[in-house]
């Protein structure tokens, strides 16, 4: 009995001290990552050491705060670079044929424009902006989105934590207590962001798109339930798929990306709700007959698999209109019969 208690003891004094330990090297890590102005990984790192100790949240939305203002001013750097870029250049362009003396002084000054162009171009580029549109915001406490100009986009709402847009268009995020997916205005939305009680994050985890329709996510197999209606299992070093995927049948995306799957189980088939499908990077060599009864499947991509062939009941898919093979050794013969067997589809080899 003595033996226990002390063993139990010694566990209640080493697991505060090790999550003190893990805090600390996350924080630091954190830090480091800001310095050398890697902001998306200085932001994952601060929200690892708050998992570590909770006790220490506001700690970390000020480090959080400081990488979202060093992401602002960089971006408002580089617009006032891109503007003084181009003042420079018109005035280049008005010099342009007034003496062949000033020829010389004329292309030393578009070399020094050009210069600078590349790197507000750099600094733009650095503050991620998915298509072109869209860019991760922090303010008060909030997630939010952002178009170039600076201003919110309301419809993809805010949130309690947010990751910016995969090249695939999805964000994930975290709701916020007591909130919905919100749509708002100008004039409400610094009011929207004072109010206190939006302070609490509740643990269900979304993926939105660009139209800010929201999906309850899983991002790993423990999560899967009647209730998912997206999974996210990408880079999960994933070698198959569990056969109870198909009792999931809310699914609508299911993201399956740079894994090892070399096939599919046949309870795909059960997923009637699903319409988008990534399975690119894996090792696929086949699909199932069953794919054909995705029948609201309207994107599926197989990029870089060993796909020679496809299933002819891909031909029953009659909402599909994106399908990508680029990467897959389809020989030509049968590359014509998919187009045959999909003639209103958008196909890429």
Known sequence: ?????????????????????????????????????????????????????????????RKVEVAFD?????????????????????????????????????????????????????????FYFYDNKFALAFKNGLFYFIDKNGDPVYKLGQWGRAEQFDEFGFAKVHRLFGDT?????????????????????????????TTGEKFLLATSLDDLNKEIEAVDFRSKKLD????????????????????????????????????????????LTSLPEQIGELKNLTTLVLWYNQLTSLPVQISELKNLTTLG???NPIPEPEKEKIRQLLPNCEIRF
Do not use: C
């Open 181 to 209: 997916i919100v749509t708002f205005n100008q004039e409400t939305y610094e009011e929207i962001l004072n109010y206190s009680w939006y302070s609490e994050i509740t643990p269900e985890r979304y993926l939105i798109d």
């Open 240 to 283: 198959r798929l569990p056969e109870t995927i198909g009792h999931s049948t809310k699914i609508s995306r299911l993201l399956l990306s740079y894994n090892k799957l070399t096939s599919l189980p046949e309870q795909i088939g059960e997923l009637k709700n699903l319409t988008f499908l990534y399975l690119s990077d894996n090792q």
């Open 1 to 61: 009995m003595k033996t226990s208690f002390v063993f139990v003891l010694f566990i209640l004094l080493v697991l505060p001290a090790q999550a003190q330990n893990n805090y600390t090297q996350a924080i630091r890590q954190g830090d480091a990552a800001l310095r050398r102005g890697e902001y998306k990984t200085a932001i994952k790192k601060y929200f690892a050491a708050e998992a570590f100790d909770p006790s220490k949240k506001d700690v970390v939305q």
């Open 70 to 126: 060093k992401i602002e001013a960089l971006r408002v750097e580089a617009e006032a670079t891109k503007q003084q870029v181009q003042v420079a250049l018109d005035q280049v362009r008005a010099e342009q044929g007034k003496t062949v003396e000033a020829l010389a002084q004329v292309k030393e000054e578009q070399v020094k424009t050009t210069a600078a162009l590349e790197k507000a171009n750099k600094l733009i580029n650095a």
């Open 325 to 327: 093979l680029q990467g």
